[in-house]
């Protein structure tokens, strides 16, 4: 027990020093985690005999357990994208993926054979590890940055979509290569594979089979499970079912030799569309963080400083050559996609470094004597050391190729732009907030816009707009974009998360600016009703109410009565919408919110509360109404 | 012949005995063109120069609404506001409606008797009579038909009511085409309070 709490706090206590500080630096949390694993991994060197331990053994058995975090982003991301969309970027994500995984695979192998004189099994062995690119770093880091959902970010997350399926082939694979037989031992790095004993013509068959579960268990027992769970009002059961849920399948997987993380990734992709979609998600993201900190750490400790120093110029050589084509390799492929400049660069920067997989594979092709022992350690301090460098190459994006590219046209603008403080900041100029921002400038008044989308700005700054490129809740970049002179304040991010953190932060330190702020769905509007924010805009109901409108005239109602229809039900609504908050954030007899109220959002709650504006309002227009004065004239005529 | 523009102000039509009686089955002709305010503008956003171009297309401009508070409904008023600009309906060089003519059609929830005296309905239209001169137009006499309320609380023999309105229909009609056929101009209806009036007369010197 003493062990355990010694090695936790030692993890711990590094990450805790060095990751505020590479961000401070702005280097990244991903590189400050991977440093403070490479002081833990020295350290404990020393420690580990002292303790009974063997560091090597000790660090393998974390790296395994720390995996889970990799397993629980992709869980995530999952649960951010809707199947339909997946199945819109299915051409994307074979042109980007299979055309770099492809081409980098053939390219290393030729070098392997004719740079190195390895046998072409080899090279192919080789090629296929260090095709593989870092999902881990490169979606936490996208993720940070909010730098997801831009074109280049996209094109990213698809090349390492199908980077994960293509594991699966390629571990089939290596063992083929072998030409000598197996040493035995290690069979598989993942472990259990109870597919081995299986006749060949099976396996397919498992594998769908597994598919078919796993789409089953996500589609039709989760929702009633996680109803009882609510029903209970338990959070942190709650919590266990959530993780549960993804142990299970990532279990499922492993057993029959598939790659946990993609099987995650599916079961988040169907429970996209559940009810419990956000709270799935706030739930796993703690560990989620803790977990995937630590398999940076574990990457970082495991790095063979020895070695390195005894093969020092082989390894730089070898490192910068595996990036360089790695990078050119992307090049081509967004050159393929017609990526523009600044999604071009994101793309081929971000994936041009070697990936935890090839840790996974390498131990495999080493079991299978594939390749040999004392090449695999070359190799993974290459990928160890690539993976440390991508942080850096994600500085030298955002700091020195954005601003070239964005600012190009700023230095002779930057003299009259430092005193020109605009009344109106619009964080978030897409879909929605560009709207604003355009009606705004129709009507003459400048707006400051902030965004981290950069061919949005490029396009809007030709315009004569005046954007700011970064994350709007970023108290440096809201100081310059003139927060101190701003009259209004227009939130319309894409995150609703964001939206409420930054409501959040303005309302209290900037009391007197005016905010107006977009609510993706009625949840974000509860929550920002919660905080007293006054100018709430839900994003489809202004839409949808209108079309209700068109439709009410074309069954045959007056124009200014299905208006006026419009605009009562729209009143009512709100007023509910308020009342609704109100309960969603009640609390228990402990006082505990009571966050499993989530199910106040579904659909039948809302057409519940849809008779009582019925009953309030009795559904009639009242404008005009006549009945009161002809009852007074009949009177009249009795008297 | 002239053209004659029917401008229909409503919030409520669906519910107006009155203002049914006098338009259902009235289509817009080559000669007649019936506008719907409320039906065009429910959020009243007046397209002005649509508005402009219709008026200039136009001979005789038939203001046909309910009385509300001794006026017209708000979408008629801001239809005024918003139309009948300056340099274009009045002022220096304006001559856009010069000698066109301007006839007001008034439905009514009380009877003729609420109109009497103080409440005479030529004084409560004066500020439309006063809007029409401005504007260099022939003002008429307005049409009037009352009672819509009274009529719907019962006050009134149905067989009266409905011979009533029978007649205010065929007047209605009439007067429209009097008014196509250049029949009637401001110096031919001096002498008369309202339209309704000239009808009464016209009967009497049929009989």
């Not at chain 1, 004569?464 to 709007?472: L, M």
């Not at chain 2, 039906?39 to 009385?67: G, K, R």
């Not at chain 2, 000698?99 to 309905?121: C, L, Q, W």
Request: hydrophobic letters at 50%; one cysteine or more.
């Amino acid at each position: 027990m003493t062990e355990a709490f010694i090695i936790a706090s030692l993890f711990l206590g590094m990450a805790v020093l060095l990751v505020p500080l590479a961000n401070r630096l702005n280097l990244g949390s991903v590189l400050g985690y991977l440093i403070a694993g490479g002081l833990v991994g020295v350290v404990l060197k020393l420690v580990a005999p002292w303790l009974g331990m063997d560091s090597a053994h000790l660090l393998e058995q974390l790296n395994h357990a720390s995996e889970f975090g990799v397993v629980l982003m992709l869980f995530v991301i999952g649960l951010e994208i809707q199947p339909s969309h997946l199945w819109k970027m299915k051409i994307t994500i074979l042109n980007a993926g299979g055309l770099q995984v492809s081409l980098t695979a053939l390219l290393i192998m030729m070098i392997a054979m004719f740079g190195f004189a390895l046998s072409w099994q080899v090279g192919l062995a080789i090629g296929l590890t260090l095709a593989l690119s870092s999902t881990a770093i490169i979606m936490s880091t996208l993720n940070e940055k909010g730098w997801q959902n831009t074109i280049g970010g996209k094109a990213s997350f698809s090349a390492l979509l199908f980077q994960d399926i293509a594991v699966i082939p390629i571990i089939a694979v290596i063992p083929l290569l072998a030409t000598v037989s197996p040493q035995g031992g290690e069979h598989l790095a993942h472990g259990i594979d109870i597919t081995t004993h299986l006749p060949d013509w099976l396996k397919p068959l498992v594998v769908i089979g597994a598919i078919v579960v796993v789409y089953v268990l996500s589609r039709y027992l989760i929702n009633p499970l996680f109803d009882y769970i609510a029903r209970a009002r338990q959070k942190e059961i709650f919590t266990t079912a959530a993780l549960g849920l993804v142990s299970v399948i990532a279990a499922l997987m492993s057993l029959i030799g598939l790659s946990p993380a993609l099987g995650v990734f599916i079961a988040g992709v169907i429970l996209s569309e559940s009810e419990y979609r956000h709270e799935l998600e706030v739930d796993i993201e703690p560990f989620k963080g803790l977990l995937l900190g630590i398999f940076f750490m574990t990457v970082g400790a495991a790095f063979n400083f020895t070695l390195f120093a005894a093969q020092f110029w082989l390894i730089i050589a070898l490192t910068v050559g595996l990036m360089v084509l790695k990078g050119l390799v992307l090049y081509i492929v967004g050159k393929v996609l017609r990526l523009q400049k600044i999604e071009h660069a994101l793309f081929f920067l971000a994936l041009a470094q070697g990936g935890e997989f090839a840790f996974v594979l390498l131990t495999l092709a080493v079991g299978q004597s594939v390749i040999a022992p004392a090449i695999a350690d070359t190799l993974r301090i290459v990928v160890a050391l690539s993976m440390a460098i991508t942080p850096l190459l994600f500085l030298y994006y955002e700091k020195m190729l954005l601003k070239k590219i964005l600012q190009g046209d700023d230095v002779q603008r930057q003299a009259d732009d430092i005193d020109e403080h605009n009344k109106v900041i619009i964080a978030g100029v897409g879909r929605f907030g560009q709207i604003v921002g355009r009606l705004l400038q129709f009507n003459q008044f400048k707006v400051t816009a902030l965004d981290n989308d950069a061919n949005m700005i490029d396009t809007l700054r030709k315009f004569g707009w005046k954007v700011f490129f970064g994350d709007a809740t970023r108290m440096d970049l809201l100081h310059a974009a003139g927060i101190e002179q701003a009259h209004c304040f227009v939130i319309a991010m894409d995150d609703p998360e964001k939206v409420i953190d930054l409501a959040a932060y303005l309302h209290e330190h900037h009391p007197k600016l005016n905010l107006f702020v977009r609510a993706r769905d009625r949840t974000t509007a509860y929550h920002l009703y919660q905080l007293g924010i006054r100018h709430i805009y839900r994003e489809t109901f202004e839409s949808s109410a209108s079309m209700g409108e068109a439709v009410l005239k074309q069954l045959g109602m007056r124009a200014y009565q299905a208006k006026r229809a419009k605009l009562r039900y729209q009143h009512e609504d709100e007023i509910l919408t308020r009342k609704m908050a109100q309960s969603y954030f009640e609390k228990d007899e402990k006082g505990h919110v009571l966050n499993v109220q989530e199910q106040l959002d579904n659909v039948a709650n809302i057409l519940a509360n849809d008779q009582h504006i019925k009953q309030y309002s009795l559904s009639q227009d009242t404008g005009w109404d006549e009945h009161s004065l002809i009852n007074d004239l009949g009177n009249q005529k009795a008297d | 012949m002239n053209k004659v523009l029917v401008l229909f102000a409503h919030p409520v039509y669906q519910t107006s005995l009155l203002n049914r009686t006098l338009l259902e089955g009235l289509e817009s002709t080559a000669q007649v063109t019936v506008h719907d305010l409320y039906e065009h503008y429910p959020d009243f956003m007046i397209d002005v120069a649509h508005e402009q171009n219709l008026l200039n297309a136009h001979d005789v401009i038939v203001f046909q609404h309910p009385l509300y508070w001794y006026s017209c409904p708000a979408l008629l008023k801001e239809w005024m506001d918003l139309v009948l600009e300056h340099g274009y309906a009045y002022g220096t060089g304006a001559n856009a409606l010069q000698d066109k003519i301007f006839i007001s059609s008034i439905t009514s929830g009380g009877d003729a008797a609420n109109y009497a005296g103080e409440r005479n309905i030529r004084d409560l239209l004066k500020p439309f009579e006063h809007t029409a001169r401005l504007c260099n137009m022939q003002f008429l006499p307005p049409f009037i038909t009352y009672g819509g309320l009274k009529i719907k609380a019962g006050n009134f023999d149905q067989l009266l009511t409905k011979e009533y309105l029978t007649e205010q229909r065929e007047r209605f009609r009439a007067l429209l085409d009097d008014l196509v056929h250049q029949r009637i101009n401001e110096a031919n209806c001096l002498a008369f309070d309202t339209m309704n009036d000239r009808f009464d007369q016209l009967e009497i010197q049929h009989d």
